[in-house]
């Protein structure tokens, strides 16, 4: 696995000439003061020209020199009084980072009538110029910066370009092929590596299987440990030692071996050759795996973990996502559905009223093989999101629900409460969809939306509707909420 790092944001404030150079300079002390008090990583331009300011065309080369020797993941071009449209719109397409556009409100005109800004006339004239050279950008409403939109706005657009860094580029393992009669698991490997740089990793099944099983011959210190671990943690029933250490190991070597081939996460062919050559589900072990930041799809859906590692990186890790089946709707709600699976939700996201159960695979028969997670995970605001496509056309499905009560069931699951599910079920039909769904809990919706526009992919927005996303990120609550 690749350890996390910071989002760097480039910030190049802009002003042109014939306004207020004081001002502009208090604009700038200002903005990269409270950027910093959002925690965002900043990098200045401020060893470019005294002012640290672009106004002028010449500033644009040195200005990508300081960005691109400190691996900026974005652009943030605020406004600080006019701007300059053609150097600042020659930087974010000469840089290729997602960029977002914005400036403080302006002030009333002086008493002798002149005004020392216009922030908001220069941001017209940059956006054009954006349109013209086809850079894709996020833009804030014209707000003070100690308002919510400006706040909301940064924080969702630093969200978005965690997704974008994360999907670009992305190593993704597989092992194994998918399960034969799962067709729906078919993919484009060429075309996300064509389009995105995105790499798919592969191994056999028996590679990770020789590695396990080495441990267990070797009897290695680390598998006593995880078999500790999961007896105390977990309760596990009747399992003997002997089912343990085999969970145990196959854990240990999915994590070496993302270790070892930089992987961002993992789609894994999970039955049926693995039961009957090492005699084990590996559900359980998808949810460790995924609360160690290596997210693990199901039933080898590529896909899956591709949407899983770029939502993980939208939250900041700060939760762990849950790979879900869209599988019955609420027997007595009309607007609920069942996210479930077999068992690989993070134990991370259990109920704490809740026991966490590992037992054998309840759908195997007499004498189950070990392992399976059981129980329910935590309600509260989730989003739900998938990736998919075909024909070579892509969306991302977005969604928000809410946790809510429904009926016990075996496996990890949680009931989510949604607005209209018919109109959801009709659109998962309709789109380039499967039956699973990446989750996580929060509301993604906005950052993911954005990250769209610069991954060139087709937003495709239920609730909230698009609109609904628009209007929140200019202020506004989401619908049923007070302002």
């Known amino acids: 696995m690749r350890k996390p790092e910071p989002l760097k944001l480039g910030v190049a404030p802009t002003r042109r000439v014939i306004f207020s150079i004081e001002e502009a300079a208090r604009q700038k002390r200002l903005i990269e ?15 470019v020209n005294p002012e640290g300011l672009i106004f002028s065309r010449n500033h644009v080369e040195p200005a990508l020199e300081v960005f691109r020797r400190e691996k900026v993941d974005a652009l943030f071009i605020p406004h600080v009084n006019f701007g300059t449209e053609d150097a600042t719109a ?23 009538g002149s005004r020392d800004r216009d922030t908001q006339c220069g941001l017209f004239a940059t956006s054009k110029i954006l349109r013209r050279m086809n850079v894709p950008f996020s833009y804030i409403v014209n707000s003070a910066p100690d308002s ?13 370009a965690a997704a974008v860094k994360a ?12 399960p034969a009669a799962f067709w729906t698991m078919m ?11 995105i790499e798919v990793v592969p191994a056999t099944l028996s590679d990770i299987l020789r590695a396990a099983q080495k441990m267990l011959d070797g009897q290695d210190p680390a598998l006593a440990q995880q078999v500790k671990w999961i007896r105390d943690n977990f309760e596990v029933g009747s399992a003997d030692e002997a089912d343990l250490a085999k969970v145990a190991a196959f854990k240990l070597a999915l994590v070496h071996w993302a270790d070892e081939a930089c992987l961002d996460g993992i789609a894994l062919q999970c ?13 359980f072990v998808h949810g460790l795996v995924t609360d160690e930041a290596v997210p693990v799809a199901c039933e080898t859906d590529i896909h899956g ?29 009309e607007n609920a559905e069942l996210l479930w699976h077999c068992g690989p939700f993070p134990p991370s996201l259990a109920c704490e009223c809740g026991q966490r159960k590992l037992s054998g695979h309840y759908m195997a028969g007499k004498k189950p093989p070990l392992a399976v997670g059981e129980w329910q995970v935590r309600g509260g605001p989730i989003s739900v999101i998938r990736f998919d496509g075909d024909h ?37 039909i309709r789109g380039p969809y499967v039956h699973h769904v990446v989750c996580v809990h929060g509301r993604v919706a906005p950052a993911l939306y954005e990250a769209c526009r610069f991954l060139g992919i087709e937003p495709d927005c239920v609730e909230p509707t698009e609109a609904e996303i628009q209007a929140w990120l200019r202020g506004e609550p989401w619908p049923g909420e007070a302002k």
Request: charged fraction near 20%; charge should be positive; hydrophobic fraction near 40%.
């Open 167 to 178: 999907f670009r580029h992305a190593r993704i393992g597989q092992v194994s092929t998918r």
């Open 392 to 428: 070579g056309q892509y969306k991302l499905f977005l969604g928000h629900g809410v946790g809510t009560d429904g009926p016990f069931t075996r496996g990890t699951y949680v009931w989510l409460k949604v607005g209209n599910w018919p109109l959801w079920e009709e659109r998962l």
């Open 305 to 333: 973990a591709l949407a899983s590692f770029m939502v993980q990186e939208a939250v900041g890790r700060k939760t762990a996502t849950f790979f879900a089946d869209l599988t019955v709707r609420h027997p007595a709600d």
């Open 33 to 47: 003061s409270k950027l910093k008090a959002l925690g965002v990583d900043i990098v200045t331009i401020d060893s």
């Open 271 to 283: 039955w049926s050759a693995l039961q009957q050559d090492f005699g084990i589900f590996p559900c």
């Open 90 to 112: 020659r930087l974010a397409r000469d840089l290729g980072k997602p960029t977002l556009l914005w400036g403080p409100r302006d002030a009333a005109p002086l008493p002798d």
């Open 148 to 160: 919510t939109v400006f706040e909301r706005g940064v924080t969702n657009f630093v969200a978005a």
């Open 187 to 197: 993919i484009n490997e060429g075309e996300l590596l064509e389009r995105w740089g």
